[in-house]
């Protein structure tokens, strides 16, 4: 009696060498909406920052369009191009903490013996973390305080915009804390500074 596996065939067809092969590209086949799946939300943060600035771009472009060559004005379009541009801002901080790739001056920390360089990026990260701190804080405070108010012409909670603060403060703390755990541990950042940094 010959034993069916999953696609009809005989079971010692996954013995051979071909049949390796087959349930190989059958996990392959399985796995990839769960790697697609990861990938995907790798990338939100960056996907959302595209968006702001395509919006940002199309919006300037619109307002450009209707000031000069026809003539009219269209002022919702200036409250959106508005907020798209603090999203593009904070996300685009967020996305640099994400990848390391901020400004980074370090010209003292080339002259620091090999031994203090570990506490020097101690301190480097707990200064940075408690900034971070105070921006979430800071803005969770405009948040809530401008609650009440609205645009003129949208009639959107400013509240809205200074959303981003927060969020971003947010963001910008986690991925220092997820570099910072990743460095003292003697492991390479996923996201390695590029090597332009200046000096």
């Not at 071909?18 to 909406?33: A, K």
């Not at 959302?48 to 395509?54: K, N």
């Not at 209707?66 to 996300?91: G, Q």
């Not at 703390?173 to 910072?180: A, D, E, S």
């Amino acid at each position: 009696m010959r034993g069916e596996g999953a696609g009809g065939g005989d079971v010692r067809d996954y013995f051979t060498p071909s049949g390796n092969r087959r349930g190989n590209s059958e996990c392959r086949r399985l796995n990839m909406p769960r790697h697609r799946l990861k990938k995907a939300a790798a990338s939100f943060w960056e996907v959302i920052l595209a968006a702001c600035v395509v919006i940002l771009c199309v919006g300037v472009f619109v307002q450009v369009l209707l000031r000069y060559a026809i003539k009219v004005s269209f002022p919702p379009m200036e409250e959106i191009v508005s907020i798209s541009f603090i999203y593009t801002i904070f996300i685009g901080a967020a996305v640099g903490m994400k990848r390391l790739q901020h400004l980074e001056i370090d010209f003292l920390l080339k002259r620091i013996p090999p031994g203090l360089q570990k506490a020097f990026h101690l301190g480097i990260f707990a200064a940075t973390a408690i900034f971070l701190v105070f921006v979430v804080k800071e803005g969770i405070v405009f948040f809530f305080d401008s609650y009440g108010q609205t645009t003129t012409y949208l009639d959107l909670s400013i509240s809205y915009s200074y959303a981003a603060i927060p969020l971003s403060g947010v963001l910008m703390l986690y991925y220092l804390c997820r570099h910072g755990i990743a460095l003292f541990r003697g492991k390479e950042s996923e996201n390695p500074p590029p090597h332009g940094d200046a000096s």
